[in-house]
């Protein structure tokens, strides 16, 4: 009689614990937008590499980096099916300011948009360089086809429950095949997919990134069902991935040779 009360107890907590996942997605399913906002933290450099650096002035840039990332934000515009993610950075600013804020761009790797497009299974990378906007442009992968390792690993953030997933991202730099460690926290209680740059695909709003020294935290999201304009990027030269790297590759030789 006891093993049948038990039974029975926890099948209703069972019950309940479906009640309140059911309700939870009833209520984000009727909030088809939504804004989220990220903060983001680098590991600070060694100080021994500090000490071994020479140059003043390379010192100094690095210093300036550190003490101005804070002021960096990332935001996160997203509908049911697509999204941009943009850095916002203060208004006014000195050209140093200006000439740091440039270098944290690419340090951090948030370029200017990142807009997202699952109706027409497209990336488009909004990046100023060498003097030029450039559109890159490629096609949405699903992760699991993408080298992502979904694990059973789970923890809360910012009172959301995350499952964890994680990949070896393999790319070539100066002429040398590199690795970097990629970790992602999605929600899948909050069921878009989407997070910050093109980090996106995952069965649930990524709420934390790990991209090698750099990480991008989820400090607040407002869902709602009215609409915050999602506007693609259309003006700079439209690019794939290749033919940008390919024009980088020339920039380089060019700048060698002369």
Known sequence: MLQLNFKIRNMKHIFYILFILFQLNNIYSQKK???A???ISVEPVDQKEKLENKNQLVDNLISSMEKNIENIKVY?????TESISYIETPLEKTPYEESIFKMLSLVLRTGN???VSYDDKTIIFLKESLGEEFLINKKVIDPKQDGWLFLNEKKEINGFLCYKAIRDFEFIRKGIKTIR???VWYAPEIPFRFGPRDFIGFPGLVLKLIDGKITYTLRNIKLSKTLEKIEKPTK???VSEEEYEKILQESSVYYKRN
Do not use: D, V
């Not at 996160?76 to 049911?80: A, E, P, R, T, V």
């Open 37 to 39: 906002y990220y903060s």
């Open 236 to 238: 700079g030269k439209k």
């Open 33 to 35: 937008y939504g804004k």
């Open 181 to 183: 460690k990629q970790i």
């Open 113 to 115: 948009q990142f807009y």
């Open 76 to 80: 996160l515009n997203f509908s049911s």
